[in-house]
């Protein structure tokens, strides 16, 4: 099964789409297989992070803009805005694609863990992710 | 075929799990496939390395401790001890989930690869990989 | 499906390997399914990137570049070349598996998504690339 969900997003940061991607799970209603995300754009990207303490998700943030800075003096690439190179780079240390494995009928996340688009740029759009169920 | 393997990890540092997952795919006795891995945590994570000379693998940790430090004043999630908010933005900044091909019954690492569990606590403890297999 | 392809590299930096990709996916001929890439070394990885603007390209080279030195004094694996544990870190930095949905019988990229081989090393070489394609 391969099914695209659109996510609307209105601001740079963590998003979670924990539910989103459990919802397709139960539809496909598989025992045993395997959940690939993907997503088709350059300048967001996909995470598996902390779901508990939002103090996680505000440092992962912060730290990241503080190593890839917009405005950077190494940048030629500047005509889509001061926002766009550095979300290309960021997208690059993180993942475009991510797989999880499913038991019992449901993702095999830890308790821990939740699913997230990272958003790189300030304005958002929408944004869409690639869901393959396979056994 | 999806199957739990635990790892018992006692230092912070890169543990490796080749073995583990080659006795795996083993047991499968499939001749084509993929083997994907998926670690349920956000403190430890899964790379591919060099497995030849100790060094690669200290110059990594080391330069991964470099650039994420503990004690970063930009750090607000600091309850859970100095190593771990470095330890999730380690784990953002390497891999959650990773897919080796199989051919000829056997996974297609190169002659120099080696697959890591990458302990991001200095204390470890118990870590729980998931092994998806399939055709 | 398990083929793999091999890709001579003439100098470090991004190397555009998206008709290579999409000729194989073309000859499995399947409707929908998943597409895994797998490179095979430790000083060359996989990224998804920008395939418009080649400003993105090289201010992303420049970037990596950057933060990951030649001649750091923090190394001690140096015998291979001042080149060869920078790759590494390039390496873990970036993506060594890469999966892509396949919807209607072609790669689900984006329309600015290229798949592209990054060469860490100055001096490159055949690099192989295990291509798996199920369902």
């Not at 598989?30 to 598996?48: N, P, R």
């Not at 440092?59 to 890839?68: I, K, M, Q, S």
């Not at 240390?93 to 038991?103: H, N, V």
Request: glycine share 6%.
């Amino acid at each position: 099964m391969v099914v695209s969900l659109f996510i609307s997003i209105r601001n740079q940061g963590l998003h979670n789409i924990t539910p989103k991607i459990e919802s397709r799970v139960h539809q496909a209603d598989i025992e045993e297989g395997l959940c690939t995300l993907f997503i088709k754009h350059t300048s967001a990207s996909l995470v598996i992070q902390e779901n508990a303490d939002p103090s996680a998700k505000q440092d992962l943030e912060a730290w990241l803009n503080r190593l890839v800075t917009e405005n950077d003096p190494l940048y030629t690439h500047t005509l889509e805005g001061p926002d766009d190179m550095p979300a290309h780079i960021k997208n690059v240390l993180t993942a475009t694609s991510i797989s999880i494995p499913i038991q019992k009928g449901r993702l095999a996340l830890g308790i821990w863990q939740g699913i997230y688009l990272w958003e790189h740029r300030h304005s958002g759009g929408e944004r869409e992710i690639v869901v393959h169920i396979g056994n």
